[in-house]
């Protein structure tokens, strides 16, 4: 039962259970990073380039080697249109995480002051007297 309650208590955790969100969105938005890449940036650019696709792109150097560059040009593609879509999503957030920290400091009394600037305002008041 004791590794039972650990399991339970490893699961629970905050981060075990932000990493399964992040791995189930991240799986999630591939998917429509994909089909952008594929639906409407690869057409584009085919006709830029006037091939089909671009992952057909080869290189015949001789009759029996034909080096095909254009399944690593559509790789190289399809991860900085994810990188740049998950930059602006974090970018995004981060700004609306911002937003709502101010709120919340500009809500929140201000601190109840330290012995120290008690004992600096009791001093500045007895300067006063004299």
Do not use: C, H, W
Not at 16 to 38: H, N, W
Not at 42 to 48: A, C, D, G, K, R
Not at 55 to 61: E, F, N, P, R
Not at 70 to 79: K, P, T, V, Y
Request: aromatic content about 6%; overall charge negative.
């Amino acid at each position: 039962m004791k590794t039972i309650d650990e399991f339970k208590k490893f699961i629970s955790r905050g981060n075990v259970v932000d990493l399964a969100v992040g791995v189930i969105m991240g799986s999630a938005f591939t998917k429509i990073v994909t089909s952008l890449v594929e639906n409407i940036i690869t057409p584009v650019l085919s006709v830029i380039t006037g091939k089909v696709n671009i992952a057909d792109l080869s290189a015949k150097v001789t009759e029996e080697l034909v080096i095909p560059y254009g399944q690593f040009l559509q790789a190289i593609i399809d991860f900085l249109l994810i990188a740049i879509s998950v930059f602006a999503i974090v970018k995004m957030i981060n700004k609306i995480r911002e937003r709502f920290e101010k709120k919340e400091e500009a809500e929140a009394e201000p601190p109840a002051p330290s012995n120290e600037e008690v004992l600096l305002t009791e001093i500045r008041d007895l300067l006063k007297k004299q």
